[in-house]
């Protein structure tokens, strides 16, 4: 079975420039988060989707983030424009219908605003 | 250079040392953690879980153990190895919540 897969894994832009992330989940699994950890603190929440439904977006910083999941299958967070203090690993999880305790990672993408 | 905020709490074992991460954990609501394994490069990967109606359980090589009274969750490696090496964190979920509360991790070296 395949995991959680993130791309791109790095990305480096400047301040200003629009970044557009990709998760893919596990097949079948009807809820994904995306959560993100800024260097040397603690993974904090960003949003939770069921199916392509936004069920809870409340550690979404601001509005320049926007995720997405059409169709319900993958999933994109694009942050535009880029700030510094958006730098971080963003990490895509899956679980799931009712497996609130089933998650599975993916590997994250490290973005670097400059 | 960095500031000191920005530093992990390190743990630094020698292979075959016994290793004990602690966690104090934020909201007495809780009712289910879990500790979290990251390697560099990876995601963070479950390792084992608790419910609040447990102050113990085993795994293979780990143990978490759960003081409610005080908040604290600590996570026990026994013989710990190279591969060990990783950041751990913990995490506190209330209820049906799907949505877990991670800690900052620790930074588990594991030297040879």
């Known amino acids: 079975e395949a995991g959680v897969t993130q791309f791109p894994s790095h990305s480096v832009i400047e301040k200003g420039q629009t970044v557009t992330l990709r998760c893919d989940p596990i097949s079948g699994h009807d809820n994904l988060y995306w959560y993100r950890r800024v260097m040397g603190k603690e993974i904090k929440f960003l949003l939770h989707f069921v199916k392509e439904s936004k069920q809870d977006e409340s550690g979404m910083p601001n509005n320049r983030f926007l995720a997405e999941r059409t169709g319900g299958t993958y999933s994109t967070l694009k942050v535009q424009p880029a700030e510094l203090e958006d730098s971080g690993v963003y990490f895509c999880a899956s679980s799931p219908l009712g497996g609130a305790s089933g998650y599975t990672f993916g590997s994250g993408t490290r973005l670097t605003v400059v | 250079g960095e500031s000191v905020g920005l530093h992990l709490p390190t743990l630094s074992v020698q292979e075959g040392d016994n290793s004990i991460i602690n966690c104090a954990y934020s909201?007495?609501?809780?009712?289910?953690f879990i500790w979290y394994k990251q390697e560099s490069g990876k995601g963070p990967q479950f390792i084992i879980d608790i419910r609040s109606n447990m102050d113990k359980r085993q795994g293979q090589r780990v143990t978490v153990l759960l003081n409610k009274t005080v908040k604290h969750l600590s996570l026990q490696i026994a013989a710990t190895q190279p591969g060990d090496s990783a950041v751990y964190f913990c995490a506190e979920k209330v209820g049906g919540s799907y949505i877990p509360t991670f800690g900052r991790g620790t930074s588990l070296i594991v030297h040879p």
């Open positions: 909201n007495s609501a809780s009712d289910y």
